[in-house]
């Protein structure tokens, strides 16, 4: 086969593999859904974080503002530190609430931020000092075998 | 006591005979990289083989990618619909193609329609002497057969394991959601939130490009090495197949536990 024939056949090969590759990076993958760039570092102190891993989404409203980047267990205080990733275009008042929840029943979990009423706004470094644990499941189950019982009585 | 001495013996030879097939294995492949500056330059003589190794396969890439997509879609829906989930087929289909089938079932088939192909071309080269007659004339093969073949496999192998994810994500979804009518916005965006680019894709892209070094310098070796009259040649045909894919499956087991704790 002459040589501007072969070009061509592997052109349009080299061509599809990186059309297929931007099709995965994009369509399949989270690529473009994950586009954030610029952050601001915020800190939140939890008792319990339940299965909350790094990279969980951080929502607030149910829109992916940030992400989870590290936790760590605080030896001092016994409580479990956890690193957010806040994009900058969105900024939160300073006692802004922070929750662990559970996408669905048995879903992972992710960090909602409610915003308060503060007038000042949360700056890089800061403390989220209002925090909601996850919901442990067993915890639940014997709470309410506790109030059935106690009902009983 | 003979008996006992000659079973030992006969353990030594063959441990013997396997490394010292690994160590010219190996330095092939050092050979190829010293020589490799050559088959960069004069890149038609790559350009070439890609077109034999990488554009030939596609054909067959595809229409099995297509297939596996839609036996996984049909599979996963079935057993998804019994949770009541099955929006999560897309999700299904997108991890398992792209971390485990798209590099492994690429590369297996690699194995098959181009590794072959490279064995036979060069143990035939090597049994009708071309070879050596290239030797003669100061022409290194390695330069000149070895090279370009290796580096044609290592960039087509890449290439057509990412065709082959996105073929077979198209084909999980046609019978998904044009087929049995799953929702198609669910379909894509659950499988957007949990396919992550750099854990899962670019993980599965390094797996598809580790495949495609074991393929490829296992068909050359075995090629290069082949004893050089027909029974040989077929005899090392055969063990290009067997023992890419078994390094296929063994290498995925080693770069899954790796990869995705």
């Not at chain 1, 954030?36 to 829109?63: C, D, H, M, S, W």
């Not at chain 2, 087929?89 to 485990?100: D, F, S």
């Not at chain 2, 890449?158 to 669910?186: C, H, Q, W």
């Amino acid at each position: 086969m002459e040589r501007a024939k072969l070009d061509i056949w592997v052109g349009i090969f080299v061509i599809l593999g990186i059309a297929a590759m931007f099709g995965l990076a994009t369509k399949v993958g989270n690529l473009t859904s994950n586009s954030i760039k610029e952050t601001y570092q915020v800190f939140a102190n939890f008792e319990n974080i339940g299965g909350l891993k790094p990279r969980a989404a951080v929502k607030a409203a149910g829109v992916v503002v940030g992400r989870v980047d590290s936790i760590v267990f605080d030896t001092e205080a016994y409580h479990a530190v956890v690193k957010i990733k806040v994009d900058t275009r969105y900024i939160f008042p300073k006692d802004t609430f922070a929750n662990i929840y559970t996408a669905g029943l048995l879903g992972e979990q992710y960090i909602g931020l409610e915003a308060g009423g503060d007038l000042e706004n949360l700056e890089d470094g800061d403390l989220i000092t209002q925090t909601q644990d996850a919901v442990v499941l067993e915890k639940l189950i014997s709470q309410f075998l506790y109030n059935k019982a106690a009902e009983e009585d | 006591m003979n008996k006992i001495l000659n079973f030992i013996e006969g353990i030594g030879s063959t441990f013997r005979k396997k490394m010292a097939r690994l160590g010219a294995g190996t330095r092939l492949f050092f050979l190829v990289l010293i020589y490799s500056g050559d088959s960069f330059k004069r890149i038609h003589l790559t350009i070439r083989e890609i077109y034999f190794t990488g554009v030939l396969s596609l054909i067959i890439i595809v229409v099995s990618a297509f297939f596996v997509g839609m036996v996984l879609g049909l599979q996963g829906y079935y057993t998804l619909e019994k949770y009541g989930s099955s929006e999560a087929i897309g999700v299904l289909v997108a991890l398992a193609l792209v971390r485990e089938l798209g590099p492994v079932v690429t590369a297996l088939l690699f194995a098959g329609r181009a590794g072959t192909a490279i064995t036979a071309e060069i143990g035939l080269m090597k049994a009708t002497e071309q070879l050596s007659a290239m030797e003669v004339m100061a022409v290194s093969p390695v330069a000149r057969i070895i090279a370009p073949r290796f580096w044609a496999g290592m960039i087509s192998m890449p290439i057509l394991a990412t065709i082959f994810s996105m073929v077979g994500i198209l084909g999980g979804y046609f019978i998904a959601v044009l087929v049995i009518g799953v929702d198609e916005g669910s379909f894509w965006s659950q499988m957007q939130a949990n396919v992550d680019f750099s854990n899962d894709i670019v993980d599965g892209a390094i797996k598809s490009i580790v495949f495609g070094f074991a393929c490829t310098i296992i068909a050359l070796f075995e090629g290069f090495d082949a004893p050089p009259t027909a029974e040989g040649v077929s005899r090392a045909t055969t063990r290009t197949v067997v023992i890419s894919s078994l390094a296929v499956l063994g290498l995925d087991f080693i770069l899954t536990s790796f990869m995705f704790v």
